[in-house]
């Protein structure tokens, strides 16, 4: 069977190739949309974005509240079991598509008329708006096939359909700039909210359609759901959806507020942070998509599951760490020459104050980048282990504070107050760091039985690391204006960042990682380097002792997947 190492492996380099795909997408598209709709149509589009995830909070929750239950069933061994659990999930993913659809239609007629834009947008927005909602509505209803990828920790092609789906939104804003051409704004937004939407939703029937295929017990029956297995997935589901709203309540609403009080200027400069503190927070991500399946999958070990969650806290606590305080740290210090040259070159020059705006909107951000970056992988560890009901007030109370302190410091403030618009940046991040930085530790080390030093220590070298290889991005503010500026500028800012990456990975080698490990990631890559081409091209030719794998038949790789529930080895870094 496979060792954690190598499953953690697959699922890191997958996530990986997911998120620098999506992020290369997203880093054009943000120039593009701009080029194509103006700053205004940019900001209307980055205030819809947050307005809809709104709504589309119960297409999060339900995502993300199945992993463990599908997960559970699914490495019990029990097909009984798994059709009941997958029913049940089917059926609490029919009620959430129904009560989406009524707040998607309440949004579109009632709350997008009430937003701060021009007259000649709101319609435009509407339809934009009416058209996230059906993709979100599909995508709930079928969240419990659509999870089973993750379930089953089939990360390539999970991954390879989240990126599909991403490029739907590239495409659209491609095809229509080449139709349309810039003249008709509205238009253009009327026409992107369809097209994306309808390429989303096929994609998303196409891998259905490949795991019902694939395993048939994933086909819907929700008739069959009973109702002794809904009441038994109902506590920690429960529990997580509750964690679930309330962290996109802290997340999307700020921008709402900042859209009444300031307007669309505003909002197209902190759509602009959000996104580029999203992206850098996406490498992050990649460490952390999926650990709630392997927590729930280590959690359910017949053998020293306590230890063996510690073991696995120690480890991922290490890699966000390691990933998370460099990537916080760069575009804290770099934030307004990246902002200049990925979205200014596109702006008229009367909107090009929107740029330190944003900047400093950014190095605020950062630090709750960070925060999110690493306690992200605590819940979701917490989570899969089945201690969601043990952090989840903390995250409850401090997302309901977050938009209410938000909103009641501009109002004293006042709208035109110069500070108003860094607000929601700054109340988000303090609160932020607070609650999941240091409550939720707190009460993740006595939940697991575990001290807080092994919630902690794991972090202390990379940050180390991170601060002290940091010189670069501190000196490439000493350069001469001549040299951060036009081509020239571009050129240093990229070698800037290759010094810092540089001297990251080598202090990483040599401090944050063991001499046990630098052995074995040695050891891995002379091993591939001898391993006989020939041996590659025709497994039936004999290779050295310890590096053949016995290729399971098609049925035992299905058994496999369906009923069993591999033994845990420690993960190496």
């Not at 697959?10 to 700053?39: D, H, K, M």
């Not at 509240?65 to 993913?93: P, Q």
């Not at 927005?125 to 990828?149: D, E, H, K, R, V």
């Not at 990360?155 to 739907?168: A, P």
């Amino acid at each position: 069977m496979a060792s954690e190492a190598n499953r953690g492996a697959v699922r890191l380099a997958t996530n990986y190739g997911r998120l620098f795909s999506t992020l290369l997408i997203g880093l054009l598209e943000v120039p593009l949309q701009i080029y194509w709709l103006g700053t205004e149509g940019f900001g209307l589009i980055g205030l819809l974005g947050p307005t809809i995830g709104l709504t589309a909070i119960l297409q999060d929750m339900v995502t993300r509240s199945m992993v463990r239950e599908l997960g559970v069933a699914y490495h019990a061994g029990d097909d009984a079991k798994f059709r009941a659990v997958t029913n049940a999930c089917w059926v609490i993913a029919l009620v959430a598509a129904a009560i989406s659809a009524g707040l998607f239609a309440a949004l579109t007629f009632l709350v997008v008329p009430a937003l701060s834009m021009p007259p000649e947008l709101i319609g435009p927005a509407q339809w934009y708006t009416a058209c996230g909602g059906i993709m979100s509505c599909c995508l709930i209803i079928f969240t419990p096939t659509a999870n089973m990828y993750m379930v089953s920790e089939r990360f390539v092609l999970q991954n390879t359909w989240i990126v599909g789906r991403r490029l739907c939104f590239f495409v659209s804003a491609i095809a229509l700039l080449l139709l349309m051409g810039r003249s008709d704004v509205p238009a253009s937004i009327r026409a992107f909210g369809i097209l994306s939407s309808a390429l989303v939703i096929v994609l998303l029937l196409l891998s259905v359609a490949l795991m019902w295929k694939s395993d048939r017990r994933t086909i819907p029956r929700p008739w069959k759901a009973d109702r002794a297995t809904l009441r038994e997935i109902r506590g920690t589901f429960g529990w997580n959806s509750l964690v679930t709203f309330a962290l996109n309540v802290a997340d999307k609403l700020p921008q709402l507020i900042v859209n009444l009080f300031i307007g669309l200027d505003a909002n197209a400069a902190y759509a602009l942070a959000k996104r580029l503190a999203a992206y850098a927070r996406m490498i992050t991500v990649g460490a952390t998509f999926g650990l709630e399946a392997v927590s729930t999958r280590v959690a359910t070990a017949k053998d020293n599951a306590g230890e063996k969650l510690k073991s696995l806290l120690k480890h991922s606590t290490r890699l966000h760490t390691f990933v998370a305080m460099p990537a916080g740290i760069a575009i804290a210090v770099l934030a307004e020459p990246v902002l200049h040259y990925w979205a200014g070159a596109q702006m008229p020059e009367d909107r090009r104050h929107i740029i330190p705006l944003g900047a400093i909107i950014v190095q605020i951000l950062a630090v709750s980048m960070v925060a999110r970056g690493i306690s992200e992988g605590w819940m979701r560890l917490l989570y899969g282990a089945g201690f969601v009901k043990n952090y989840a007030g903390t995250v409850v109370y401090s997302s309901i504070a977050t938009p209410l302190l938000t909103w009641a410091i501009i109002a004293a403030l006042g709208g035109n107050h110069p500070v108003s618009v860094y607000i929601p940046a700054i109340v988000y991040t303090v609160l932020f760091v607070a609650s999941y930085m240091i409550i939720l530790p707190v009460k993740g080390a006595s939940a697991m039985g575990a001290g807080l030093g092994e919630f902690v220590w794991p972090m202390s070298r990379p940050i180390l690391v991170s601060v002290a290889a940091a010189l670069p991005l501190v000196a490439y503010w000493f350069l001469p204006d001549e040299l951060r500026t036009g081509a020239a500028g571009l050129a240093v800012l990229g070698v800037t960042v290759g010094m810092y990456c540089t001297g990251y990975a080598a202090g990483s080698w040599f401090f944050v990682l063991t001499a046990e490990e630098r052995r074995k990631v040695v050891g891995i890559i002379r091993r591939r380097g001898r391993r006989d081409p020939a041996v590659l091209r025709n497994p039936s030719i004999e290779a050295p002792e310890g590096e053949t794998d016995a290729q399971p038949t098609s049925a035992a790789r299905r058994s496999r997947r369906r009923n069993d529930a591999p033994d845990f080895n420690l993960p190496d870094f």
